[in-house]
């Protein structure tokens, strides 16, 4: 079966890091777009980040430019997101997904994705 499943999030201060993986399995990563997404409690899923199937492009949401960084590699069939200068509004159930969609395009719409891992929750408080 298809899967996609996230880890590393956990408790930090603010100002701290942490770095999530995203590691698929039944399937390789190699042709998709890879996305991060996240979602609030009380507040609706948005998008973090999107890499495109060789990484070679990449896209962030305003909030978190300069301070998070996605990466992949896929010999290893893995996604990460290094999140740095972490804040509480930072605070979230982390997601990855991809759309299955062969694409050399850092393009990862919220209502496209078709897989998606289960989340891991990365809490920033001090």
């Known amino acids: 079966q298809l899967q996609l499943v996230e880890s590393g999030g956990g408790l930090v201060q603010p100002g701290g890091s942490l770095r999530l993986s995203c590691a698929a399995s039944?399937?390789?990563?190699?042709?998709?777009?890879i996305g991060w997404f996240r979602q609030a409690p009380g507040k609706e899923r948005e998008g973090v980040s999107c890499?495109?199937?060789?990484?070679?492009?990449?896209n962030y949401a305003d909030s978190v430019k300069g301070r998070f960084t996605i990466s992949r590699d896929n010999a290893k069939n893995t996604v990460y997101l290094e999140m740095n200068s972490l804040k509480p509004e930072d605070t979230a159930v982390y997601y990855c997904a991809t759309g299955l969609i062969i694409t050399n395009q850092a393009i990862c719409p919220n209502s496209g994705m078709k897989l998606w891992g289960k989340g891991t929750l990365v809490t920033v408080s001090s």
């Open positions: 890499i495109s199937s060789s990484g070679g492009s990449t």
């Open positions: 039944g399937f390789t990563l190699d042709y998709y777009a």
